[in-house]
C-alpha cells in the first residue's frame, strides 16, 4: 500500500532539504574563546590548537575584529598570567590580564558580550583550580573567597557574564551574592554546571599553562562514568543558586547530558566543543583524512539538534564564515 518513496521526499533537493530542516547553526549563537598574555607584541601560536593563538593585549583587538566581522556577537576571554603563585593573585587582581583585556575590549566594542572564565587554575603555580593544602587537598570553602573577588573584578572591568569553571561546591551562590552586594545585578553567570574530569582538556592546558604539576582535577571535576542523575543534581544546585546559564563540557562526548539538561531545565544551554575536539579535528583535516568544513559544520549541527542554544567552540570564526558562504 505505501509507496516505496515516502520518507525520501523530503530530501528530494536542497531547497525541500532547507525547508523541513530542524536544527540550524547560526553566528549569533556563538561565542569565540580568545587567550590573552602579558607582555607586547605576542601572538604566540599553541602547537596542539592550529589556529589559536595568544595575543598580547596590543593584539587583541584585531583578533576580536576577525570575529566581530563576521557576525560573531559574543567572546570568551582566558587569561595567562605572567607570574602564578600558590593562590592565584593574578586573577583577581585589578590590573590582571583578564581584567585588562575586558576593559580594552568594552571601551572598543560596547555591545559585545564579553563573558570572563572565572577559575584559579590558570594563574596558580601548582595549576589547581582551587587553594591547595600541605597534603596536596584542594580546600572548596577557602576557594570560594577567591572566585568571589575573581568574579567582582571582572564585572567591574565591564564582563556581562561571569564564567565560573572551578567545579567546587556553592561558587555559583557565593559569585551570585558577591555580584549583587558590588552593585552588579545585571550580571550574569553562566555556570559550567556538568563539566567532566576529561582528558579533552589538554591543549587548552598547553594553551593557558594550566596543567596541575601533581594529581589530578577528580576530586572536583565530574567523573566520566558517573550517573546522568549527578549532572543534574549539580546543575540544579548551580540553578538553585542562581546560574542564568548551563554550560556542558565537553561537548561531543556528553550529548546525552545536553539533552537531559535541556528537558529538565529552563536555562539556556551552551555546548562547550573544547580544545581536545578542536585538536582532534584540525589534526585529521591536516593530514587530508577528513572534508574540515563538513565535519564541523556537521558537530556543530549536532550540538543544536541535543539541545544546546550556544556553543562556544574555537571553530566559530571558521564557522561563522562558512554559514556566510551558504
Ligand atoms: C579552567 C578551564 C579549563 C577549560 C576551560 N576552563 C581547563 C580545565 O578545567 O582543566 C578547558 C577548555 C578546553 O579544553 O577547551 N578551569
Redesign the pocket.
Known amino acids: 500500500m505505501f509507496p516505496q518513496t515516502r520518507m525520501r521526499r523530503f530530501r528530494r533537493n536542497e531547497n525541500i532539504r532547507k525547508l523541513v530542516r530542524e536544527s540550524r547553526v547560526h553566528a549569533e549563537q556563538l561565542i569565540y574563546?580568545i587567550f590573552v598574555v602579558e607582555g607586547e607584541d605576542q601572538i604566540n601560536p599553541i602547537n596542539s590548537m592550529p589556529g589559536i593563538y595568544q595575543y598580547s593585549l596590543d593584539h587583541l583587538l584585531e583578533e576580536v575584529e576577525r570575529a566581530v566581522s563576521v557576525g560573531i556577537n559574543s567572546i570568551i576571554l582566558?587569561g595567562v598570567p605572567a607570574e602564578k603563585d600558590a593562590v592565584g593573585s593574578g586573577a583577581y587582581a585589578e590590573q590582571g590580564i583578564v581584567q585588562e583585556a575586558i576593559r580594552e575590549v568594552r571601551a572598543a566594542y560596547p555591545d559585545l558580550v564579553i563573558i570572563a572564565?572565572c577559575?584559579?587554575?590558570?594563574y596558580t603555580d601548582h595549576g589547581h583550580?582551587g587553594i591547595v593544602t600541605a597534603e596536596g587537598e584542594i580546600l572548596n570553602d577557602a576557594t570560594l573567597n577567591l572566585l568571589t573577588k575573581t568574579a567582582v573584578s571582572q564585572a567591574a572591568a565591564g564582563a556581562d557574564i561571569i564564567?565560573p569553571?572551578?567545579?567546587m561546591d556553592g561558587r555559583v551562590g557565593a559569585i551570585r551574592n558577591a555580584l549583587d552586594e558590588a552593585g552588579y545585578t545585571q550580571v550574569a553567570v553562566m555556570a559550567?554546571s556538568a563539566?567532566y574530569a576529561?582528558a579533552?582538556?589538554?591543549?587548552?592546558?598547553d594553551?593557558?599553562g594550566?596543567?596541575?604539576q601533581f594529581g589530578d582535577?577528580k576530586t572536583y571535576?565530574m567523573d566520566p562514568a558517573c550517573s546522568v542523575r549527578q549532572a543534574m543534581a549539580e546543575t540544579e544546585l548551580d540553578v538553585e543558586e542562581g546560574a542564568d546559564y548551563i554550560i556542558v563540557?565537553?561537548a561531543l562526548a556528553y550529548m546525552d547530558i545536553m539533552t537531559r539538561t535541556r528537558e529538565a531545565f529552563y536555562q539556556p544551554i551552551v555546548a562547550?566543543?573544547?580544545?581536545?575536539?578542536?585538536a582532534m579535528v584540525k589534526a585529521a583535516a591536516a593530514n587530508g583524512w577528513i572534508d574540515e568544513k563538513r565535519i564541523v559544520m556537521e558537530i556543530m549541527t549536532g550540538f543544536v539538534r541535543a539541545g544546546a542554544d550556544m556553543i562556544l567552540t574555537?571553530h566559530a570564526i571558521d564557522v561563522a564564515k562558512w554559514l556566510q558562504e551558504n
Open positions: 574563546p582566558f572564565d577559575c584559579l587554575c590558570e583550580c564564567a569553571s572551578d567545579m559550567y563539566k576529561s579533552f582538556y589538554g591543549p587548552f592546558r594553551a593557558a594550566s596543567a596541575p582535577r571535576q563540557k565537553p562547550y566543543n573544547v580544545s581536545g575536539e578542536y574555537y
